[in-house]
């Protein structure tokens, strides 16, 4: 059987001692259990207004109204929002085994003696917790209605087994709540009594009360919470003599708001009134000389000042300083004035000349920007910093690109050689076509390139990013290309020995990009044309505009525009791209230097690759092999020039040598 506990009533001072318009003596406690305690409120005799007296509970060391018939504790009092948060008990009603209620509270807490509080609807919501249970409030006792109050309101809620309330769910199932009305003075509940036979065991108790609407989350352990719990609720307080604002002026001697600079507000909820400090003043209104002005100028973040701030009463100054101005100088900054004298001197001497000049810049600045553009575009930013790159000046090349400096023409656009200034070595300028895909590879080409440093790659020495499609200087190599050599009209003589390392040492420039350095490069587009000879016939290869950076284990299917008759056919047909498919086209070239023939003759459109097959099923190797060397070399080394051939060739990816390899067996044969 439980007890309600009875409360001892210690409060022995109640409200009715307290002088209406105390004047607050210096003796008053400010705070209680760290809250602060001010007038209208006050602890101790001659310390509150009538209806506003707290007790400083010493043993929970927290302020608690006084004049309750249980504990209401605060832990909240607001002067400027005439609220308070205090805590208020749940009512309940428990069943026993016969399906009877043995045990209830309606809650009542009676706090509110001369009606100063009222439950604030803003922020408070009823909640009512069970599994059969009809739970609602009751308010303000009412002579001559139908009923004993005015106000009514609540909720049903219902389990249809233990396990259908759910946590945080407070919408009728174990739980519910609804917003209250204003006016609600009292903490007064009521509940109907459904049977919880069946619910014994999971709901014992209906539980009602009023809470912060911000402070309460259902948990299904509330289904049994304890009796003796208090919830958060905010009161909204106020002068309540029955008086308005307007009326409550006239009665001056009791006016609450007697500080200078303060208002009164009608409270909005319920009859009555509350003081507020006027704008530009903040304090207590509800003592003498309470409102106290507020000096702007310390506080920038709530009232800004770009200027000079200047304090004053109820209000601050913001104005810019002499010299200066600005359209706003509460947001926007001061600015300083440009002489009036000065603006019409110049006005007057200069006018003509400034806009000579004006036109001159302004054209300059437009050609600047634009070169600018090009460069952004060209991917400047990202070779930039690539330090090996050296990058030229428009004008610095200018003198280069002269017709009569043209040592080359094609698809590609045009070859230019000539000296940059100050250098003594002859570049040779790579200026293309203007074409909007090349432009997207180019930052591409130059950075792949900037990493090969090799005696047998041409050097790229640095480009030009400042016109429209970027230009290329690359260090020039007199022997023009082995495609030239070998098809060339007036054949030169190549022994096998300069063919042989040629092969060699362009094999060794291959093998290097392949597996010398860190990110492992594909050529992409191996063939004569792009095979350069210097002065020694020492081969540098060229033209990286097909590569693409590949990792050492990814084959990537790129989009190699391969030069068709040198192009790996396993790449056609899977898309591919390995280092076996610069391996393949290295054969092809390979071929091609022992046999001065086409790679793909035009005539009659047989790639030499195939016709190699033939060949050596035959074992008619010499009948390919130009004639000029066939006469010299021996036969053996035909033969052996042919097997690597046709492993470079070979339609099984795997059967090819690595590029390193055929740059070692070439090697092998040259000795
Ligand atoms: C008093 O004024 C302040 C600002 O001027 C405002 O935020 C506050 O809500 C007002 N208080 C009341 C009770 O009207
Ligand atoms: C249940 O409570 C009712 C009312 O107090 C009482 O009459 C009844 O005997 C109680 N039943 C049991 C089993 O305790
Ligand atoms: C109600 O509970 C019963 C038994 O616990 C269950 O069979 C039924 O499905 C439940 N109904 C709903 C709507 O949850
Ligand atoms: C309720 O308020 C108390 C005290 O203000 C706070 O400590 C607690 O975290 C709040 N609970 C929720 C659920 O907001
Ligand atoms: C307010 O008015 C009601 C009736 O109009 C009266 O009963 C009550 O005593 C008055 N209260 C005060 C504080 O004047």
Redesign the pocket.
Known sequence: MLILLPYLLLLQLTAFSATPEAQITSGCPDRCGGIAIQYPFGIGTGCFRKGFEIICDRSMNRPVLAGTTKPVPVNHLSIRTAEARVMLPVAWQCFNSSDSVYAYSDGDVQFNL??VYRISNTNNQLVVIGCNTLGYTQSQRSEGNDYDYGYYTGCMCYCNNSRSAMNGACAGVGCCRLDIPQGLTDNRMNFNVYTHKARLGYSPCDYAFLVDRSNYTFHTADLKMDINTMMPVWLDWAI???LTCDEAKKAAESYACVSPNSECRDSSNGLGYVCNCSMGYEGNPYIANGCTDINECERRQEYPCRGVCRNTLGSYECKCPSGSHSADPFNDPCNPNFPLAAKIATGAIGGLFIIAVAVFVSLLVKEKRKMKDYFRKNGGPIIEEVNKIKLFRKEELEQILNRNNCIGQGGFGEVYKGYIRDETHLVAVKKPKIDVKLAGQFANEVIIQSRVLHKNIVKLIGCCLEVDVPILVYEYVPNGSLDKILHDSNRVPLSLDIRLQIAAQAAKGLAYMHSEITTPILHGDVKPANILLDEDFVPKISDFGTSRMITVDENYASTIIGNWGYMDPEYVLTGLYTSKSDVYSFGVVLLELITRKKALDPDNNILLGNSLDTYTKKKRVIELIDPEIAAIGSTGIFHSLAELIVQCLSSDVDQRPEMADVAEHLQYLLK
């Open positions: 001369d009606e309540r003599d029955n």
